[in-house]
């Protein structure tokens, strides 16, 4: 991994469950070679954390607002963290 290696952990609001988001983030996320997970909270959200070059990561927090075709996302929290090395796919947990 390089020094422009990203990762982020974002918590996204709305209706976001039962939506198809996690299996569109996952899409999403293959799509851009991005590394992480994504899964669905109790509370209604769902939490997901995401790494890559930092393009491919600027461009899946572009595209985490508008989410899946039937979501709607109210916002989205985001904080900068640390890589995981090592880490090479990216997966759904349950």
Do not use: C
Not at 1 to 6: I, L, P, T, V, Y
Not at 48 to 56: K, S, T, W, Y
């Amino acid at each position: 991994m390089s020094e422009r290696m990203k990762r982020i952990h974002a918590v996204v609001y709305g209706r976001v469950q039962g939506v198809f988001f996690r299996q569109t983030t996952l899409e999403q996320a293959k799509k851009l070679a991005l590394s992480g997970w994504v899964r669905n909270l109790a509370d209604g959200t769902v939490e997901a954390e995401f790494q890559g070059d930092q393009e491919a990561v600027g461009r899946m927090l572009n595209w985490l607002p508008r989410g899946s075709t039937e979501s709607s996302v109210v916002r989205v929290e985001k904080q900068e963290m640390e890589p995981i090395y090592g880490e090479e796919e990216f997966i759904i947990k349950w």
